[in-house]
């Protein structure tokens, strides 16, 4: 029997939902082809740090980027203020990251590679992958489905968001029995260092053990 979990947990000084730790997940890209790009009413989250990278690779990816997207950069940059006063990156029609850019993209990592046709992709992602470029793309991108707040003390805080384009990140989340934590190694490392997410690992083990995870 699995012990009820306190929904909040303070890792390293960090508030995390504890369904960060519970819940399954894995991005589906055969299924959703990138449409975490390409819908919501409002950019990703940047950091001024970030939008001054972003400034200098807007050259490198220029050429991936639609006419209408090119449009939007000349005339408010490559982000502005939201309804809700935070940074985002600058959209097109309302929902379309300015950097979305579309083309193929081979599934590797499994017996027969496939290759998604027409899937949404970032040009910053695509450049930096191409070593084209040296910035990758928003911690806020890289680390959804978590999403990062910090309130007026400067207290961190880890919200597992749920999506409904994203069930089938959910469902293949389930069949692979992988913990969003788990999907999201690599930039939670990226964000809070290798020491930080240790301790997260440390934390669930130690939950596992206390019957609070299954």
């Not at 990703?44 to 006419?67: F, H, K, Q, R, Y």
């Not at 207290?155 to 994203?166: E, G, M, P, Q, S």
Request: glycine share 8%; proline share 4%.
């Amino acid at each position: 029997m699995v012990n009820a979990l306190p929904p909040i947990l303070e890792v390293g000084g960090i508030l995390i939902s504890s369904d960060i730790l519970t819940e399954r997940f894995c991005c589906d890209l055969e299924v959703c082809k990138g449409a975490c790009c390409i819908e919501g009413d409002a950019g990703a989250p940047v950091t001024l740090d970030e939008v001054m990278e972003i400034e200098n690779c807007v050259d490198d990816v220029w050429g991936d980027l639609s006419a209408s997207a090119q449009a939007v950069i000349d005339k408010q940059g490559v982000a502005y203020t939201d309804e809700e006063g935070d940074l985002v990156t600058s959209i097109v029609n309302g929902k379309d990251c300015v950097f979305t850019c579309y083309d193929g993209l081979e599934l590797t990592g499994q017996p027969n590679p496939t290759v998604i046709q027409n899937c949404c992709l970032c040009a910053l992602e695509k450049a930096a992958r191409k070593n084209n470029s040296h910035f990758v793309k928003p911690i806020s991108c890289a680390l959804y489905p978590i999403r990062e707040k910090t309130f007026s003390d400067g207290t961190v805080a880890l919200n597992y968001h749920r999506w409904d384009i994203c069930k089938c990140g959910r469902d293949k989340g389930q069949a692979l029995n992988l913990p969003v934590y788990q999907f999201l190694k690599v930039p939670l490392i990226r964000r809070f260092g290798e020491a930080w997410y240790q301790e997260l690992c440390d934390v669930a083990s130690e939950l596992q053990q206390m019957g609070y995870l299954k």
